[in-house]
């Protein structure tokens, strides 16, 4: 058993000390590649992980990458014998269509940003996805949660997602706690209520298996 986890922000550059990113702390990630390599100890858990500052999870493989470019390289480089890909990731959607040389100088004038899509790694992604595997997404968002994001799981060709409603203060980015709703392609939906990362980790990660073993 193979199992790739993507995890934390990434950072799109505009010039050589400054970036684009969001708040992700790579919390949820870190979390699912623990529990991945908890419930297969026999396994390979392989964590690709945005810039973080979190302590390694025992017995997994860490792949660093920056960009929203560098985590598409790896999560391919990672996927073709993988059983499942948990993407946790907040990949950045737009990066500055132009990375400028050295710092860019202050002046006194207003500085205007062009900006570009970033790949689309799921989409990218599920157009390798072999029939065995399995493939989990997330869709943070705060509003139209579920609508939104069974949309991303048809159009990704994800087998589940985890909808993750972001506009609470006590849970999702920079928090200890989450709650999320567990849609599946065949229509299954668990609810499961705030608590830590860790433990709902764990609890996402044992109802994949179970149908797996099935």
Avoid at 130 to 148: C, H, M, N, S, Y
Wanted: hydrophobic share 45%.
């Amino acid at each position: 058993m193979k199992i790739v986890v993507t995890a934390g922000p990434t950072r799109e550059k505009i010039d050589h000390i400054r970036y684009i990113s969001n708040r992700s702390s790579g919390r949820m990630g870190y979390a699912l590649a623990a529990a991945g390599k908890k419930f297969c100890p026999d396994g390979e858990t392989v964590l690709i992980s945005g810039p973080v500052n979190l302590p390694i999870p025992d017995g997994v493989r860490v792949v660093p990458v920056e960009s929203a470019e560098d985590m598409l390289a790896a999560v391919k480089a990672e996927i073709s014998n993988a059983n499942i890909l948990i993407m946790a990731a907040a990949v950045a959607d737009y990066r500055p269509a132009t990375v400028f040389p050295g710092k860019i100088k202050k002046s006194g004038d207003d500085m205007v940003l062009k900006l570009e899509r970033t790949p689309d790694i799921l989409f990218e992604i599920s157009q390798i996805k072999k029939p065995d595997q399995i493939f989990v997404g997330f869709a943070a968002e705060t509003e139209e949660l579920i609508g939104r994001a069974i949309d991303k799981m048809r159009r990704k060709k994800l087998d589940w997602i985890a909808a993750n409603d972001i506009a609470p203060a006590d849970r999702g980015f920079e928090s200890a706690d989450n709650a999320v709703t567990l849609l599946g392609a065949n229509g299954e939906r668990v609810d499961f209520p705030l608590m830590s990362k860790g433990e709902l980790a764990e609890k996402i990660l044992a109802r994949i298996m179970s149908g797996i073993k099935k």
